[in-house]
């Protein structure tokens, strides 16, 4: 457990000394992407000092978020617990409330594969999946194939390279492949559509077309 106590007898007071010391949420949120080695944390943690690291994957595992396995592929991972793993609707409904307050980046702002997976989950609207949807999505160094079908989302990590832990690619080539930015949130939020993402150069679409695109702003989007 974490040693910070509010001295309250309380479910949100647990909760806040269970996951909200600094850089725990994040770690949680790399986590509901899938296993990951200290090592693959740390690279999608570029800041988290590495005694905070420790120290934080020691207080989630003493609270029964998360555990340590061992998986014949790469040794030693960190895993959410099925109590862990409860927290992913929290952490989404923690991402729509927040996207409303995103502005720009700040210099040194980045976006790793896990930060814009959970974007893509917590965006996602599966009532309007009963159609599929292939796209390869890029953002800076960082590219995701997901492909949508029968109210689900599946990602899919490219670049950089996935962690061992992780699945292994989808075969054949998506039917819309982009390139954007940090202003792609204006699409997801509705404020320009998927035409003037195109003429502005918020997006750059590499293999498809512009109705593919809106059939993306259409899965995915968070009302601001």
Same mark, same amino acid.
């Given at each position: 457990?974490?040693?910070?106590? !509010?001295? $309250? !007898?309380?479910?949100?007071?647990?909760?806040?000394?269970?996951?909200?010391?600094?850089?725990?949420?994040?770690?949680?949120?790399?986590?509901? =992407?899938?296993?990951?080695?200290?090592?693959?944390?740390?690279?999608?943690?570029?800041?988290?000092?590495?005694?905070?690291?420790?120290?934080?994957?020691?207080?989630?595992?003493?609270?029964? #978020?998360?555990?340590?396995?061992?998986?014949?592929?790469?040794?030693? *991972? !960190?895993?959410?617990?099925?109590?862990?793993?409860?927290?992913?609707?929290? #952490?989404?409904?923690?991402?729509?409330?927040?996207?409303?307050?995103?502005?720009?980046?700040?210099?040194?702002?980045? #976006?790793?594969?896990? @930060?814009?997976?959970?974007?893509?989950?917590?965006?996602?609207?599966?009532?309007?999946? @009963?159609?599929?949807?292939?796209?390869?999505?890029?953002?800076?160094? *960082?590219?995701?194939?997901?492909? +949508?079908?029968?109210?689900?989302?599946? =990602?899919? $990590?490219?670049?950089?390279?996935?962690?061992? *832990?992780?699945?292994?690619?989808? @075969?054949?080539?998506?039917?819309?492949?982009?390139?954007?930015?940090?202003?792609?949130?204006?699409?997801?939020?509705?404020?320009? &559509?998927?035409?003037? @993402? #195109?003429? $502005?150069? =918020? +997006?750059?679409? *590499?293999?498809?077309? &512009?109705?593919?695109?809106?059939?993306?702003?259409?899965?995915?989007?968070?009302?601001?």
């Amino acid at each position: 457990m974490a040693a910070r106590s !509010y001295g $309250q !007898y309380c479910g949100i007071t647990t909760a806040v000394e269970l996951i909200t010391e600094r850089w725990a949420l994040l770690i949680i949120r790399d986590l509901l =992407v899938g296993p990951r080695r200290y090592t693959d944390l740390k690279q999608g943690l570029p800041k988290i000092p590495t005694n905070i690291l420790a120290a934080r994957l020691k207080e989630l595992q003493e609270g029964g #978020v998360i555990r340590r396995i061992a998986l014949r592929r790469c040794g030693l *991972v !960190y895993e959410l617990t099925e109590y862990g793993r409860d927290l992913e609707p929290i #952490v989404q409904a923690l991402g729509r409330w927040g996207f409303r307050s995103m502005g720009d980046p700040k210099d040194g702002d980045i #976006v790793t594969a896990d @930060s814009l997976t959970m974007a893509l989950r917590t965006a996602f609207r599966p009532e309007f999946a @009963s159609a599929s949807l292939d796209f390869q999505i890029q953002v800076g160094p *960082v590219e995701l194939r997901a492909q +949508v079908g029968a109210g689900e989302l599946k =990602v899919f $990590q490219i670049a950089p390279p996935t962690p061992p *832990v992780g699945g292994s690619l989808p @075969s054949g080539d998506p039917e819309l492949q982009f390139i954007t930015g940090p202003g792609i949130r204006h699409l997801i939020a509705g404020t320009l &559509t998927p035409a003037q @993402s #195109v003429e $502005q150069g =918020v +997006v750059t679409i *590499v293999k498809g077309n &512009t109705k593919l695109l809106e059939r993306f702003a259409e899965l995915f989007r968070i009302d601001t």
